[in-house]
């Protein structure tokens, strides 16, 4: 076992009684210390084969999701946890200081977390310099947003001026239009501004391409609050625009699953276990709506490597965690290619 995966059961209890966002600062910096000190290491892994998808090569298909590295600073360090694969940020134009602490809460009963942040973030051109002298063999995707005060009319050319900033430097960028936390953004999700805003990105991701010399493939983040004619319409415009990817999903409003408890009227995503089923369908519903060649990536309350199994079966190309890291630990990694291998 890993020292980080040995470690996390005795610390746990401490961080648990710490302020929940200060517990992941105080881990980030740790993280990336013990890793600068050559102290990190995956679990004893059985031999991984590198996955082919959105033409990338993964190193496995383990990813950590967005919003747990919104500044890219220490991709090395999740890299060498072990994630084939790690999404930074939401990143915006401009640096934002996110929404009044707290904003961050935990619902262990529920192995769940509500977080408000709101896109607190050091602002695209930060991330990218960082991103620029990465050294890890992890692909790096770059997730893009609009700043809080943009308003949703002007919003294509936030995501725009995101997309040309992270084009030189980003394996794959999400465009994040499902987060619940900035007024509006979600709004974005209806047909027709969803068809304008990627036909745009599309474009530019065209004229990016030929600039560089490289293709970077750009996918959609989605919300799991959709209904079923939501669902189509979008799947309708995916496959017009042929986008080169989702994933399904972010943090829900719903609260269905932790009615009662005393945190349940905190504004903000719901994540973790909660949503686990809801993701599942809602990966299922678009693995079936789409073109073969558009893959989904599966996200939402994988705690074991059973859960991200579940979402491989429900047609996931690629799984990733955020909350299931913060119940499980690092040990959730290993778990998870285990299950994967067998
Ligand atoms: C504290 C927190 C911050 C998050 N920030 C972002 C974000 O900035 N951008 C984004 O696309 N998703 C964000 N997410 C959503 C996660 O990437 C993921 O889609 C969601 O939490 C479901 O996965 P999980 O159940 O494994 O946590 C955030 C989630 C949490 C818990």
């Avoid at 209904?227 to 042929?242: M, P, S, T, W, Y």
């Avoid at 429900?314 to 040990?331: C, E, F, H, M």
């Amino acid at each position: 076992m890993s020292l980080a995966s040995a470690l996390y059961p005795a610390l746990k209890p401490w961080l648990f009684k710490m302020d929940a966002e200060r517990a992941h600062e105080w881990t980030t910096r740790m993280m990336r210390i013990s890793h600068a000190l050559g102290l990190l290491k995956p679990d004893a892994l059985p031999p991984m084969k590198a996955v082919d998808c959105l033409g990338l090569r993964f190193p496995n298909v383990l990813g950590l999701a967005a919003g747990m590295d919104k500044s890219a600073s220490a991709v090395e360090a999740w890299g060498a946890l072990g994630f084939g694969f790690v999404e930074v940020g939401t990143l915006t134009p401009r640096p934002q200081p996110g929404n009044p602490k707290p904003r961050l809460f935990r619902l262990p009963e529920h192995e769940a977390l509500i977080n408000r942040m709101g896109f607190n973030n050091p602002g695209i051109h930060a991330a990218v310099s960082r991103l620029a002298k990465r050294r890890t063999s992890a692909v790096v995707g770059v997730n893009i947003g609009k700043n809080f005060d943009t308003p949703n009319e002007k919003a294509v050319d936030d995501y725009l001026a995101c997309l040309k900033a992270a084009y030189p430097v980003a394996d794959y960028i999400a465009v994040n239009i499902s987060s619940p936390n900035t007024k509006g953004l979600r709004d974005l999700q209806a047909e027709e501004s969803i068809r304008q805003l990627l036909a745009a990105l599309k474009k530019e991701q065209a004229s990016q391409e030929n600039q560089h010399g490289k293709q970077v493939p750009v996918l959609v983040k989605i919300a799991p609050d959709l209904d079923g004619a939501q669902i189509e319409a979008l799947a309708r415009v995916f496959n017009e625009l042929a986008v080169d990817g989702v994933i399904a999903t972010n943090t829900t409003i719903s609260r269905e699953a932790v009615a009662g408890h005393a945190l349940e009227k905190e504004a903000g995503g719901l994540s973790g276990a909660p949503v686990r089923e809801r993701s599942t369908l809602v990966i299922q519903a678009f693995r079936t709506l789409l073109g073969a060649d558009i893959p989904v990536i599966g996200v939402g309350g994988i705690l074991s490597g059973a859960h991200a199994v579940e979402k491989l079966n429900a047609g996931a190309s690629l799984v990733q965690v955020y909350s299931g890291l913060i119940y499980r630990g690092p040990g959730l990694i290993a778990d998870v290619l285990r299950a994967l291998k067998s």
